[in-house]
Nanobody, 126 residues
Framework: QVQLVESGGGLVQAGGSLRLSCAAS????????MGWFRQGPGAEREFVAA????????YYAASVKGRFTISRDNAKNTVYLQMNDLKPEDTAVYYC???????????????????WGQGTQVTVSS
């Protein structure tokens, strides 16, 4: 069992930055691939980024590549999402999630994830 708690959301102007954190409980954190998803108003939950166990491999949605960076600290059981050059279309509730599967084909597929946090709101004003 893994429990996930996000923090770091808030209101920021376009062009600004935020760093989201996701703290995980449990001693098996390092065995999970971690992902970030987001859900805007009236939209489906969509993939943002994922990172493998060691942090050596990262994956990004095209819409955030070059602006967002995912990282993890296994000693702290925490995964981060650094978001730079934020745009109004980045406004959403951001969720972190954990997936046990080693198959990177599933990392962008929300239904494949095993555990979810409660989400943190990010609002970008124009």
């Amino acid at each position: 069992q893994v429990q996930l708690v996000e923090s770091g959301g808030g209101l920021v102007q376009a062009g600004g930055s935020l760093r989201l954190s996701c703290a995980a409980s449990g001693r098996t954190f390092s065995s999970y691939v971690m992902g970030w998803f987001r859900q805007g108003p009236g939209a489906e939950r969509e993939f943002v980024a994922a990172i493998n166990w060691s942090g050596g491999n990262t994956y990004y949605a095209a819409s955030v590549k070059g602006r967002f960076t995912i990282s993890r600290d296994n000693a702290k059981n925490t995964v981060y999402l650094q978001m730079n050059d934020l745009k109004p279309e980045d406004t959403a509730v951001y969720y972190c999630a954990a997936i046990k599967s080693p198959d990177s084909r599933w990392y962008a597929t929300k239904d494949r994830y095993d555990y979810w946090g409660q989400g943190t709101q990010v609002t970008v004003s124009s």
